[in-house]
C-alpha cells in the first residue's frame, strides 16, 4: 500500500470509518470501508483517490460512488459462451 492510500484510509478511519483489505485477496488494491452504522462499501485504491481528489474523501462520497455502481447496468451473463 503505498503512502498516499494509507493517507486516505487514515482520513476515514479519522471519521469513524474502518478501512480493511478486501477478504478475498483477489485483488491487493481493494478495500472495505465500513461506517458507524454497519454499511459496507467496496472500492478500490484509484476510486478512493479518486474521492480524495475531488474532496469527497467522507461518509457520503463513499455512499455516492456506492450508490453510482448500483445505477449502472452490470452486463455480465454467466451463461455467454
Do not use: C
Not at 4 to 28: E, F, M, N
Amino acid at each position: 500500500m503505498n503512502n498516499k492510500v494509507a493517507d486516505a484510509i487514515a482520513t476515514l478511519k479519522a471519521q469513524g470509518i474502518q478501512v480493511a483489505v478486501h477478504p478475498s485477496g483477489k485483488q491487493g488494491d481493494l478495500y472495505i470501508a465500513t461506517a458507524p452504522n454497519g454499511e459496507k462499501y467496496e472500492f478500490d485504491a484509484a476510486g478512493l483517490m479518486d474521492l480524495k481528489a475531488k474532496e469527497k474523501l467522507h461518509l457520503e462520497g463513499l455512499q455516492e460512488v456506492h450508490l453510482a455502481k448500483k445505477k449502472t447496468p452490470n452486463f455480465h451473463n454467466p451463461d455467454r459462451t
